[in-house]
């Protein structure tokens, strides 16, 4: 947990990387609120609401009485939305850095394409 | 949603000194509240007019809808664990807890046995002979296994290591969880509490300065760090709550900044970080001298 965002977004956060890496497949209950709760050690109405986030966007969904599940489709709508803001999260802060070292962007993708192939 | 605290117009004088001025504020049921605030803020004043234990000047305090002042009703319902609490002098550990179910009606001596424990507390012997520590684990024990539907703890880990700290946050959130409870929590361990907090008051001089929701006031502040000239630039009409100079490097506070204000900072090479709840604090209870310089 970090100090520059609100809790419950951090929480929205970890479920939608937990996704994304497979831990949770389509169809798979994600742990209760009270298990977020006592697991990141903060207030399980916060976890509630981060879990709500994702039912609201339709990442998650709810079974009354049973707990919440990913959605068919979870991954893929995470992994759009994730590219969309790629430029603008880290492509951007990449930039103004290596202007400030002096890099050109020529250079940076030089560079990029070097160490992606280590 | 329904209050379980509800405050107005609340005011406790000492001769001169105003302990609680003029305060008003209300905490929803089954919410875990921090009551934050420097030594000597008006905490303790505040928590022990709540409990019954202290009588208002003047305003009104409403506890599960009735005065607390002398109300059986609302005094069976509430637990106040006390930064020191005194015991009868003969007093073992065991007599404490057998006590307990007494004053506590949702008493779960089960859950006790367990803290007892978790926080290797030795039950045979006396009150008196317990260190800083054990004795602040009797209050932490107590407060958890008494599942009161209103539970104060003040300051309740004077003297406990980091494990037993975190033992409580524990095994509070997990009983929380199961029981769902309105618990006041007053600390200055801020940072370790920050977390686990849904709304936080902060008291200053006897006056609420701060009352939100942990959520809002995370996020709300930024600092700004960078050339004095952009910083100062940046921070004109703007409101600063705190300001820090050293050489030619600035340090400002402000309040929430809107993705256009961060892209703005970041076209002036200003570098933006969060401000903890402590820090914000911290800075808000802090000295009035909110411009401090350190000559480089």
Redesign the interface.
């Known amino acids: 947990?970090?100090?520059?965002?609100?809790?419950?977004l951090q929480i929205a956060d970890h479920i939608e990387n937990d996704i994304l890496s497979g831990a949770l497949p389509a169809n798979a209950q994600v742990p209760s609120?009270?298990e977020y709760?006592?697991f990141?050690?903060?207030?399980?109405?916060?976890a509630g609401?981060g879990v709500n986030v994702l039912v609201d966007t339709g990442i998650l969904y709810k079974k009354r009485g049973i707990g919440m599940f990913v959605t068919e489709g979870a991954r893929d709508a995470i992994l759009a939305e994730r590219r969309k803001t790629f430029p603008s999260e880290y492509i951007?802060?990449l930039l103004?850095e290596a202007s400030?070292l002096g890099i050109s962007a020529e250079q940076l993708a030089t560079m990029i394409m070097k160490e992606g192939k280590r | 949603m329904t209050a379980a605290i509800e405050v107005t117009d609340l005011t406790r004088r000492f001769g001169s000194t105003r302990a609680v001025d003029n305060v008003s504020f209300r905490i929803e049921d089954g919410t875990i509240c921090g009551l934050l605030g420097r030594n000597g803020a008006g905490k303790t004043t505040l928590m022990q007019l709540l409990t019954g234990q202290d009588f208002a000047t003047s305003g009104d305090i409403r506890v599960f809808g009735e005065t607390p002042a002398e109300n059986a009703r609302v005094l069976q319902n509430v637990c106040f664990i006390k930064e020191s609490q005194k015991y009868p002098d003969d007093f073992r550990v065991k007599h404490v807890m057998k006590s307990a179910p007494w004053f506590f009606q949702n008493w779960d001596a089960d859950f006790a046995e367990t803290l007892i424990d978790d926080f290797r507390l030795p039950l045979d012997r006396k009150v008196k002979k317990l260190s800083r520590g054990q004795l602040s684990s009797v209050g932490v024990i107590i407060g958890l296994a008494s599942r009161a539907p209103l539970t104060f703890f003040d300051e309740p880990y004077l003297g406990l290591d980091a494990v037993a700290r975190h033992l409580f946050y524990d095994r509070l959130l997990a009983d929380y969880s199961l029981h769902p409870r309105t618990v006041v929590l007053s600390t200055h361990l801020i940072d370790e509490v920050s977390n686990l907090l849904e709304h936080v008051l902060v008291i200053d001089n006897g006056r609420i300065i701060i009352d939100d929701t942990a959520d809002n006031l995370r996020g709300t502040t930024t600092t700004v760090v960078g050339k004095a000239s952009a910083v100062d630039d940046f921070a004109h009409n703007r409101t600063v709550l705190h300001r820090e100079r050293i050489g030619g490097i600035s340090s400002v506070t402000l309040g929430a900044l809107s993705p256009a204000d961060k892209r703005e900072a970041a076209a002036a090479d200003l570098e933006l970080s969060p401000v903890s709840l402590q820090q914000l604090i911290v800075q808000k209870t802090g000295s009035p001298a909110s411009e401090t310089e350190i000559s480089a």
Do not use: L
Request: a positive charge; glycine letters at 0%.
């Open positions: 947990m970090d100090d520059s965002r609100p809790i419950f609120t009270n709760a006592a990141y050690r903060i207030n399980p109405a916060t609401k951007r802060p103004n400030n």
